[in-house]
């Protein structure tokens, strides 16, 4: 039965809630999953003020438990077409892991949000998927397999990177249940990927 981690970095909610349905993916698959967070960078007063959702129940993973897990799927929000740098800081200290090949034959995937249809979700996966291989690890997308992100009689994200979310330009969309599939179907991807490694 694999370990699984689902990393997250949300500022609204938006990736929390496309989160716990990577989890639940992975769960179906009879994995065990835990949910961390990054930790915040932005300063209090400023987070608050631009009304970060600061109550999330996930608690805040350290570095070191990256090594613990069979996979880990990493989501964040996107910033000009990449990573949120609260998501950067925290994998730029994963140096150690690196050097002692800690991450080598894992499996690790990819999960976004943007504010509209074209704001850099493939560019921001991309760039979580860039650390992913830096670290040595096995690469899991959303294929076509998953015919939600073909759709085309509604707005939906989802490409065959990773599984995304659209939030609107005033964070008022939430994920959309085909995108929540998404998610849910590259969360048990990549937890049936890595039983078969691991076996």
């Not at 009304?51 to 613990?68: M, N, R, S, Y």
Request: aromatic share 8%; hydrophobic share 40%; no cysteine.
């Amino acid at each position: 039965m694999p370990k699984v981690l689902v990393l997250y970095y949300s500022s609204y909610g938006h990736i929390e809630t496309m989160a716990q349905a990577v989890a639940d993916g992975a769960r179906s698959a009879g994995a065990t999953v835990d949910i961390k967070r990054v930790p915040e960078t932005a300063p209090e007063a400023v987070a608050k003020a631009a009304h970060f959702k600061l109550d999330q129940a996930a608690p805040v993973a350290t570095i070191e438990d990256l090594a613990g897990y069979d996979a880990v799927i990493i989501g964040t929000g996107t910033r000009f077409g990449r990573m949120s740098s609260q998501m950067a800081s925290f994998l730029d200290q994963a140096g150690g892991l690196w050097q002692r090949g800690a991450l080598n034959g894992k499996v690790g995937a990819a999960f976004t949000s943007t504010a509209t249809q074209h704001g850099g979700q493939e560019t921001t996966l991309f760039s979580i998927i860039t650390n992913l291989l830096h670290f040595g690890m096995v690469v899991v997308g959303l294929p076509y397999s998953f015919a939600g992100q073909m759709k085309l009689d509604a707005v939906t994200g989802g490409a065959p990177y990773g599984a995304t979310t659209i939030s609107g330009g005033d964070g008022s969309r939430q994920p959309s249940e085909n995108e929540l599939a998404g998610a849910r179907f590259q969360g048990e991807l990549v937890a049936r990927t890595a039983q078969k490694l691991s076996g």
